[in-house]
């Protein structure tokens, strides 16, 4: 299976908490998240820098 990049609508509060709303697939559809299980900051290895990791049930 390929690795699919999709675009996130997250709300950050003061302290720095992000809560994923929505996914966005490059075809246009969208799908709200039912359940967030985790989300944290992980190095992006092969690109350099960080990345949002999001575990969630769509």
Same mark, same amino acid.
């Given at each position: ?50 990345? $949002? $990791? ?5």
């Amino acid at each position: 299976m390929a690795k699919t990049f999709v675009t996130v609508t997250a709300e950050h509060d003061e302290q720095g908490n992000i809560k994923p709303l929505f996914m966005h697939w490059p075809n246009g559809k969208s799908y709200e998240f039912d359940r967030v299980l985790d989300v944290r900051l992980a190095p992006a290895m092969k690109a350099g820098g960080m990345g $949002c $990791c999001i575990y969630a049930e769509v």
